[in-house]
């Protein structure tokens, strides 16, 4: 079942502009990471933000975390071609095993 | 660098045959997991197993199995491989010491016809 539900589910920039992305989760989560998956490839792991955490940053990446809210941010600054790809939220549990629940993604493509 | 390589990056497969997907990780990581990714749905996990020759079922197990007979490798099986199988598989792993981040082979896109 899907933890996690991105939004919007798909974005369009230029290069040089800031995209943002949300994501939203039902249950009492211990962390929250987003992935990046380029066209066709497996996921990288970007960032990883703790449940007793606010924000983190990571380069170009700002992630920030409203546990009140149960919802989560991407922002990545100053966008590049390069940057093109979905980017995926994955929430764990303390009881999960090291489980993810992912969500469908929002699909992000940066144009020169 | 962590690494986790999957046996093929493409494949097609008739229905009914048995197929075998293989994925490899060379830093001794315990838990292994397999999960199929399909347009709108996201990444929904097969199977997981966190010690050598223990598996669990994730949320769509139904015509899959797993083996884990080393450490380092995984292999999801499909016993008779039908045309709602054809997908994108993802094989990842993670170390107790490395908190939840996963590390994920490349995939393998398999389509059955």
């Known amino acids: 079942s899907q933890q996690g539900e991105e939004d919007p589910q798909a974005l369009s920039i230029q290069e040089g502009e800031n995209a943002t992305m949300n994501c939203s989760y039902k249950?009492?989560?211990?962390?929250l990471q987003w992935y990046r998956q380029n066209s066709g490839r497996g996921l990288v792991h970007l960032i990883l933000?703790?449940?007793?955490?606010r924000e983190k940053h990571s380069g170009r990446l700002r992630v920030t975390l409203d546990t009140s809210k149960k919802s989560s941010s991407l922002l990545i600054t100053a966008s590049r071609a390069a940057d093109t790809a979905s980017y995926f939220c994955?929430?764990?549990?303390?009881?999960?095993?090291?489980?993810?629940?992912f969500g469908a993604g929002t699909q992000v493509v940066v144009t020169p | 660098d962590v690494k986790v390589t999957q046996s093929s990056r493409y494949l097609v497969k008739r229905t009914g045959e048995k197929v075998f997907l293989e994925c490899v990780q060379d830093?001794?990581?315990?838990?292994m997991f397999w999960y199929r990714q399909d347009p709108g749905l996201g990444l929904r996990l097969i199977y997981f197993?966190?010690?050598?020759?223990?598996?669990e079922k994730g949320d769509i197990p139904e015509g899959y199995s797993v083996s884990r007979e080393k450490k380092e490798r995984f292999s999801l099986i499909l016993e008779s491989a039908s045309t709602n199988q054809t997908s994108m598989y993802l094989c990842?792993?993670?170390?107790?010491?490395?908190?939840?981040?996963?590390?994920f082979g490349p995939g393998t896109r398999l389509t059955v016809l």
């Open positions: 990842a792993s993670t170390g107790l010491e490395g908190g939840d981040t996963q590390y």
């Open positions: 249950t009492s989560i211990n962390n």
């Open positions: 933000i703790r449940s007793n955490e």
């Open positions: 994955a929430t764990g549990t303390l009881s999960s095993w090291g489980k993810l629940q």
């Open positions: 830093m001794d990581h315990e838990n």
């Open positions: 197993s966190y010690d050598v020759k223990m598996k």
